[in-house]
Protein backbone atom coordinates (compact mmCIF):
# COMPACT_ATOMS: atom_id res chain seq x y z
CA UNK A 1 0.00 0.00 0.00
CA UNK A 2 1.20 3.40 -0.88
CA UNK A 3 1.97 5.79 1.39
CA UNK A 4 2.09 9.97 1.22
CA UNK A 5 5.82 9.80 1.44
CA UNK A 6 6.06 6.98 -1.51
CA UNK A 7 3.58 9.11 -3.55
CA UNK A 8 5.77 12.35 -2.76
CA UNK A 9 8.93 10.90 -3.37
CA UNK A 10 7.69 8.52 -6.70
CA UNK A 11 6.86 12.53 -8.18
CA UNK A 12 10.18 14.29 -7.34
CA UNK A 13 12.01 10.92 -8.87
CA UNK A 14 9.74 11.65 -12.24
CA UNK A 15 10.59 15.00 -12.52
CA UNK A 16 7.10 16.43 -11.92
CA UNK A 17 7.74 18.21 -8.80
CA UNK A 18 10.94 19.45 -6.97
CA UNK A 19 11.99 18.52 -3.55
CA UNK A 20 11.58 20.64 -1.14
CA UNK A 21 11.96 20.43 2.68
CA UNK A 22 8.98 21.78 4.34
CA UNK A 23 6.70 19.72 2.55
CA UNK A 24 8.24 16.86 3.61
CA UNK A 25 7.98 18.05 6.75
CA UNK A 26 4.46 17.77 6.30
CA UNK A 27 3.93 14.69 4.73
CA UNK A 28 3.63 12.82 8.08
CA UNK A 29 0.66 15.06 9.04
CA UNK A 30 -0.84 13.55 5.97
CA UNK A 31 0.32 9.79 5.90
CA UNK A 32 -1.46 9.63 10.02
CA UNK A 33 -4.58 10.54 8.36
CA UNK A 34 -4.45 7.76 5.32
CA UNK A 35 -2.85 5.23 7.73
CA UNK A 36 -5.80 5.32 10.10
CA UNK A 37 -8.31 5.36 7.60
CA UNK A 38 -7.02 2.54 5.69
CA UNK A 39 -7.29 0.18 8.96
CA UNK A 40 -9.76 -2.36 8.38
CA UNK A 41 -12.99 -1.89 10.24
CA UNK A 42 -13.85 -4.68 12.73
CA UNK A 43 -16.80 -5.37 12.99
CA UNK A 44 -19.40 -7.26 15.36
CA UNK A 45 -22.43 -6.55 16.94
CA UNK A 46 -20.94 -5.30 20.62
CA UNK A 47 -17.99 -2.93 18.60
CA UNK A 48 -18.28 0.38 18.62
CA UNK A 49 -17.23 2.38 15.53
CA UNK A 50 -13.85 3.91 15.70
CA UNK A 51 -12.82 7.04 16.63
CA UNK A 52 -12.21 9.16 13.26
CA UNK A 53 -8.90 10.57 13.14
CA UNK A 54 -7.88 14.33 13.32
CA UNK A 55 -7.91 16.19 10.20
CA UNK A 56 -5.71 18.51 9.06
CA UNK A 57 -5.83 22.37 8.35
CA UNK A 58 -2.72 22.95 6.03
CA UNK A 59 -1.67 27.00 5.80
CA UNK A 60 0.65 28.68 4.71
CA UNK A 61 1.38 31.45 1.70
CA UNK A 62 0.52 31.28 -1.87
CA UNK A 63 1.99 28.90 -3.94
CA UNK A 64 3.99 26.46 -1.05
CA UNK A 65 2.71 23.63 -2.65
CA UNK A 66 -0.84 23.04 -0.21
CA UNK A 67 -2.82 22.06 -3.14
CA UNK A 68 -0.03 19.37 -5.04
CA UNK A 69 0.23 17.87 -1.25
CA UNK A 70 -3.97 17.87 -0.78
CA UNK A 71 -3.95 15.63 -4.50
CA UNK A 72 -0.76 13.65 -3.36
CA UNK A 73 -2.96 12.66 -0.48
CA UNK A 74 -6.32 12.57 -1.88
CA UNK A 75 -4.82 9.94 -4.67
CA UNK A 76 -3.47 7.62 -1.72
CA UNK A 77 -6.88 7.14 -0.02
CA UNK A 78 -8.93 4.18 -0.31
CA UNK A 79 -11.93 5.10 1.12
CA UNK A 80 -14.48 7.46 -0.17
CA UNK A 81 -13.27 11.36 -0.57
CA UNK A 82 -14.24 14.50 -2.25
CA UNK A 83 -11.72 16.77 -3.03
CA UNK A 84 -13.19 20.64 -3.38
CA UNK A 85 -12.73 24.16 -3.59
CA UNK A 86 -14.28 25.47 -0.46
CA UNK A 87 -16.28 28.14 -1.89
CA UNK A 88 -17.82 26.46 -4.58
CA UNK A 89 -18.23 23.71 -1.42
CA UNK A 90 -20.60 26.23 0.55
CA UNK A 91 -22.09 27.36 -3.03
CA UNK A 92 -23.55 23.82 -3.14
CA UNK A 93 -24.46 23.56 0.57
CA UNK A 94 -26.47 26.81 -0.10
CA UNK A 95 -28.25 26.05 -2.94
CA UNK A 96 -28.91 22.63 -1.56
CA UNK A 97 -30.84 24.83 1.71
CA UNK A 98 -32.63 25.99 -0.61
CA UNK A 99 -34.19 23.68 -2.44
CA UNK A 100 -35.23 21.93 1.10
CA UNK A 101 -36.95 25.03 2.33
CA UNK A 102 -38.92 25.37 -0.73
CA UNK A 103 -39.74 21.35 0.49
CA UNK A 104 -40.74 22.93 4.17
CA UNK A 105 -37.91 22.03 5.72
CA UNK A 106 -37.50 24.37 8.29
CA UNK A 107 -33.88 23.50 9.85
CA UNK A 108 -31.68 21.83 6.65
CA UNK A 109 -28.12 22.07 7.71
CA UNK A 110 -29.01 18.60 9.93
CA UNK A 111 -30.01 16.75 6.35
CA UNK A 112 -28.06 18.65 4.17
CA UNK A 113 -24.62 17.63 6.73
CA UNK A 114 -26.26 13.93 6.80
CA UNK A 115 -26.23 13.73 2.64
CA UNK A 116 -22.62 14.71 2.61
CA UNK A 117 -21.33 12.40 5.58
CA UNK A 118 -23.09 9.32 4.02
CA UNK A 119 -21.45 10.17 0.59
CA UNK A 120 -17.50 10.21 1.86
CA UNK A 121 -15.30 9.51 4.85
CA UNK A 122 -13.25 12.22 4.01
CA UNK A 123 -13.69 16.04 2.95
CA UNK A 124 -10.50 17.58 1.19
CA UNK A 125 -11.02 21.59 0.67
CA UNK A 126 -8.32 23.81 -1.53
CA UNK A 127 -8.18 27.44 -0.30
CA UNK A 128 -10.79 27.53 3.48
CA UNK A 129 -11.67 31.24 3.48
CA UNK A 130 -14.71 33.14 4.47
CA UNK A 131 -15.10 36.45 2.87
CA UNK A 132 -19.32 35.80 2.72
CA UNK A 133 -21.57 36.49 5.93
CA UNK A 134 -23.91 33.72 4.45
CA UNK A 135 -20.75 31.25 5.05
CA UNK A 136 -19.99 32.66 8.74
CA UNK A 137 -23.67 32.25 9.83
CA UNK A 138 -23.68 28.34 8.79
CA UNK A 139 -20.33 27.06 8.41
CA UNK A 140 -20.16 26.44 12.33
CA UNK A 141 -23.47 23.99 12.59
CA UNK A 142 -22.75 22.59 9.21
CA UNK A 143 -19.18 21.13 10.30
CA UNK A 144 -20.60 20.38 13.53
CA UNK A 145 -22.79 17.36 12.16
CA UNK A 146 -19.89 16.51 9.76
CA UNK A 147 -18.04 16.03 12.48
CA UNK A 148 -20.47 14.34 15.04
CA UNK A 149 -20.79 12.18 11.72
CA UNK A 150 -17.07 10.79 11.41
CA UNK A 151 -16.24 13.01 8.97
CA UNK A 152 -12.88 13.72 8.35
CA UNK A 153 -11.73 16.92 6.94
CA UNK A 154 -8.61 17.99 5.50
CA UNK A 155 -8.31 21.77 4.54
CA UNK A 156 -5.88 24.24 2.81
CA UNK A 157 -5.93 27.82 3.34
CA UNK A 158 -3.60 31.03 3.25
CA UNK A 159 -4.47 32.11 6.35
CA UNK A 160 -4.14 30.47 10.35
CA UNK A 161 -7.19 29.91 11.44
CA UNK A 162 -7.98 32.93 13.80
CA UNK A 163 -7.79 35.07 11.10
CA UNK A 164 -10.98 33.43 8.96
CA UNK A 165 -13.84 36.03 8.76
CA UNK A 166 -10.99 38.82 9.95
CA UNK A 167 -13.06 42.21 10.49
CA UNK A 168 -16.55 40.55 9.11
CA UNK A 169 -19.98 41.10 10.21
CA UNK A 170 -21.02 40.21 13.30
CA UNK A 171 -17.55 37.89 13.73
CA UNK A 172 -18.19 37.19 17.56
CA UNK A 173 -21.09 34.73 15.94
CA UNK A 174 -18.03 33.11 13.82
CA UNK A 175 -15.75 32.37 16.68
CA UNK A 176 -17.22 29.20 17.57
CA UNK A 177 -16.22 27.81 14.44
CA UNK A 178 -12.07 28.76 14.99
CA UNK A 179 -12.42 27.26 17.98
CA UNK A 180 -13.87 23.64 16.06
CA UNK A 181 -11.42 23.80 13.62
CA UNK A 182 -8.49 24.40 16.43
CA UNK A 183 -10.23 21.13 18.15
CA UNK A 184 -10.63 19.01 15.39
CA UNK A 185 -7.80 19.70 12.81
CA UNK A 186 -4.35 19.53 13.46
CA UNK A 187 -3.05 22.92 12.23
CA UNK A 188 0.14 23.02 10.69
CA UNK A 189 2.19 25.80 8.95
CA UNK A 190 3.71 24.92 5.42
CA UNK A 191 6.76 27.37 6.09
CA UNK A 192 8.69 26.86 2.67
CA UNK A 193 10.46 30.30 1.47
CA UNK A 194 9.80 29.18 -2.41
CA UNK A 195 7.15 29.89 -4.38
CA UNK A 196 6.72 27.21 -6.39
CA UNK A 197 4.29 29.23 -8.65
CA UNK A 198 6.10 31.94 -8.92
CA UNK A 199 9.07 29.63 -9.68
CA UNK A 200 7.22 28.09 -12.59
CA UNK A 201 6.35 31.40 -14.21
CA UNK A 202 9.55 33.57 -13.23
CA UNK A 203 11.40 34.93 -15.87
CA UNK A 204 8.34 33.49 -18.49
CA UNK A 205 6.46 34.94 -20.49
CA UNK A 206 3.18 35.85 -19.48
CA UNK A 207 1.57 38.55 -21.91
CA UNK A 208 1.46 37.68 -25.59
CA UNK A 209 0.70 39.83 -28.62
CA UNK A 210 -0.70 39.25 -30.65
CA UNK A 211 -2.95 36.58 -29.83
CA UNK A 212 -3.25 33.64 -32.32
CA UNK A 213 -1.98 30.35 -33.08
CA UNK A 214 1.34 30.72 -31.26
CA UNK A 215 -0.12 32.34 -28.19
CA UNK A 216 -2.23 29.76 -28.00
CA UNK A 217 0.71 27.45 -28.22
CA UNK A 218 2.78 29.25 -25.96
CA UNK A 219 -0.32 29.57 -23.29
CA UNK A 220 -0.97 25.54 -23.58
CA UNK A 221 2.64 25.06 -22.44
CA UNK A 222 2.15 26.94 -19.06
CA UNK A 223 -1.12 25.94 -18.46
CA UNK A 224 -0.09 22.28 -19.04
CA UNK A 225 3.06 23.07 -16.56
CA UNK A 226 0.59 24.65 -13.90
CA UNK A 227 -1.92 21.74 -13.93
CA UNK A 228 -0.43 18.95 -14.54
CA UNK A 229 -2.86 18.01 -17.15
CA UNK A 230 -5.79 18.36 -14.87
CA UNK A 231 -8.36 20.24 -14.55
CA UNK A 232 -12.12 21.08 -13.31
CA UNK A 233 -15.01 22.98 -13.62
CA UNK A 234 -15.54 25.88 -10.92
CA UNK A 235 -18.98 27.52 -10.07
CA UNK A 236 -18.99 30.94 -8.12
CA UNK A 237 -22.37 32.29 -6.77
CA UNK A 238 -22.57 36.25 -7.46
CA UNK A 239 -25.92 37.98 -5.68
CA UNK A 240 -27.83 34.79 -7.19
CA UNK A 241 -26.66 34.29 -10.40
CA UNK A 242 -23.42 32.05 -11.42
CA UNK A 243 -20.36 32.65 -13.04
CA UNK A 244 -19.07 29.23 -14.29
CA UNK A 245 -15.35 28.61 -14.74
CA UNK A 246 -15.17 25.25 -16.94
CA UNK A 247 -11.31 25.07 -17.05
CA UNK A 248 -10.12 25.19 -13.32
CA UNK A 249 -7.62 23.80 -10.81
CA UNK A 250 -6.12 24.74 -7.37
CA UNK A 251 -7.12 28.35 -7.62
CA UNK A 252 -5.86 29.03 -11.15
CA UNK A 253 -8.27 29.16 -14.35
CA UNK A 254 -8.50 29.63 -17.58
CA UNK A 255 -11.20 31.81 -19.72
CA UNK A 256 -11.49 33.25 -22.83
CA UNK A 257 -11.86 37.20 -22.76
CA UNK A 258 -15.61 36.86 -23.80
CA UNK A 259 -16.88 34.83 -21.29
CA UNK A 260 -15.41 37.01 -18.49
CA UNK A 261 -16.01 40.52 -20.38
CA UNK A 262 -18.48 39.61 -23.45
CA UNK A 263 -21.06 39.01 -21.06
CA UNK A 264 -23.64 40.88 -18.72
CA UNK A 265 -21.17 40.93 -15.65
CA UNK A 266 -19.83 43.57 -13.16
CA UNK A 267 -18.18 44.49 -10.29
CA UNK A 268 -19.43 42.25 -7.68
CA UNK A 269 -18.32 39.17 -10.15
CA UNK A 270 -15.12 39.99 -10.65
CA UNK A 271 -14.35 40.37 -6.78
CA UNK A 272 -15.68 36.90 -6.14
CA UNK A 273 -13.28 35.79 -9.11
CA UNK A 274 -10.11 37.48 -8.19
CA UNK A 275 -11.05 36.04 -4.59
CA UNK A 276 -11.28 33.28 -5.62
CA UNK A 277 -8.30 33.05 -7.97
CA UNK A 278 -4.44 33.08 -7.55
CA UNK A 279 -3.71 33.38 -11.32
CA UNK A 280 -5.84 33.77 -14.26
CA UNK A 281 -5.04 32.84 -18.07
CA UNK A 282 -7.06 35.59 -19.85
CA UNK A 283 -7.33 34.47 -23.75
CA UNK A 284 -7.99 36.92 -26.84
CA UNK A 285 -8.43 40.19 -25.56
CA UNK A 286 -9.35 42.21 -28.43
CA UNK A 287 -8.70 45.81 -29.71
CA UNK A 288 -10.95 47.91 -27.54
CA UNK A 289 -12.41 50.93 -28.78
CA UNK A 290 -16.32 52.92 -29.07
CA UNK A 291 -17.39 49.74 -30.66
CA UNK A 292 -16.89 47.26 -27.78
CA UNK A 293 -17.00 50.14 -25.26
CA UNK A 294 -19.27 47.91 -22.57
CA UNK A 295 -16.24 45.47 -22.98
CA UNK A 296 -14.07 47.16 -22.27
CA UNK A 297 -15.27 48.63 -19.41
CA UNK A 298 -15.72 45.51 -17.68
CA UNK A 299 -11.83 44.67 -18.95
CA UNK A 300 -11.00 47.57 -16.36
CA UNK A 301 -13.15 46.59 -13.59
CA UNK A 302 -11.65 43.26 -14.39
CA UNK A 303 -7.88 43.82 -14.19
CA UNK A 304 -8.65 46.56 -11.20
CA UNK A 305 -9.91 43.51 -9.10
CA UNK A 306 -7.06 41.73 -10.15
CA UNK A 307 -4.76 43.72 -9.32
CA UNK A 308 -5.75 44.66 -6.44
CA UNK A 309 -6.20 40.95 -4.98
CA UNK A 310 -2.62 40.38 -6.75
CA UNK A 311 -3.83 37.81 -8.73
CA UNK A 312 -1.29 36.57 -11.40
CA UNK A 313 -2.24 37.04 -14.82
CA UNK A 314 -1.49 35.27 -17.81
CA UNK A 315 -2.68 37.26 -21.05
CA UNK A 316 -2.90 36.71 -24.76
CA UNK A 317 -4.29 39.93 -26.78
CA UNK A 318 -4.50 41.52 -30.00
CA UNK A 319 -1.87 44.42 -28.99
CA UNK A 320 0.20 45.33 -26.23
CA UNK A 321 -1.30 47.06 -23.48
CA UNK A 322 -0.69 50.59 -24.56
CA UNK A 323 -1.75 49.99 -27.90
CA UNK A 324 -5.13 47.97 -26.61
CA UNK A 325 -7.96 50.57 -26.86
CA UNK A 326 -6.44 53.98 -29.19
CA UNK A 327 -10.05 55.50 -29.85
CA UNK A 328 -13.14 56.04 -27.97
CA UNK A 329 -14.50 57.37 -24.67
CA UNK A 330 -12.11 56.03 -21.89
CA UNK A 331 -9.39 55.13 -24.11
CA UNK A 332 -7.47 58.25 -21.90
CA UNK A 333 -8.31 56.62 -18.65
CA UNK A 334 -7.38 53.38 -19.61
CA UNK A 335 -3.48 54.51 -19.80
CA UNK A 336 -3.64 53.70 -16.17
CA UNK A 337 -5.34 49.81 -16.87
CA UNK A 338 -2.53 49.31 -19.33
CA UNK A 339 0.41 50.35 -16.91
CA UNK A 340 -1.65 48.47 -14.46
CA UNK A 341 -1.05 45.32 -16.93
CA UNK A 342 2.57 46.00 -17.65
CA UNK A 343 3.33 45.89 -13.80
CA UNK A 344 0.76 42.72 -14.01
CA UNK A 345 3.55 41.17 -16.36
CA UNK A 346 6.52 41.65 -14.22
CA UNK A 347 8.55 38.06 -13.27
CA UNK A 348 7.73 39.21 -9.21
CA UNK A 349 4.12 40.02 -9.27
CA UNK A 350 2.04 39.05 -6.23
CA UNK A 351 5.24 38.34 -4.62
Same mark, same amino acid.
Given at each position: ?14 ? @? ?22 ? =??? #??? !? ?34 ? @? /????? $? ?10 ? %? ?13 ? $????? +? ?8 ? &? ?9 ? #????? %? !? ?32 ? &? ?28 ? $? ?6 ? &? ?13 ? %??? #? ?7 ? =? ?6 ? /? $? ?6 ? /? ?7 ? +? ?5 ? +? ?18 ? !? ?5 ? %? ?6 ? &? ?16 ? !? ?6 ? @? ?11
Amino acid at each position: METVQDHYEARVASG @RIKPDAAQRQALPAFERIRAALAE =PVK #RGL !FRKAPEPPKGLYLWGGVGRGKSMLMDLFVDTLTVPA @R /RAHFH $AFMQEMHAEMHR %LRGQGVEDPIRPVAK $AVADS +VRVLAFDEMQ &ISDITDAMIVG #RLFEH %L !FAAGTVVVTTSNRVPGDLYKDGLNRQLFLPFIRL &IEEKLEVRELASETDHRQDRLGGAQVYFAP $AGAEARAR &IDAIWEELTHGTEEK %LTL #RVQGRELEL =PRYRNAMA /R $APFYDLCG /RARGPADYL +VLADALR +VLVLEDIPALSRHNFNEAKR !FVTLIDA %LYEAKVRL &IASAAALPESLYLEGPGS !FEFERTAS @RLREMMAADWGR
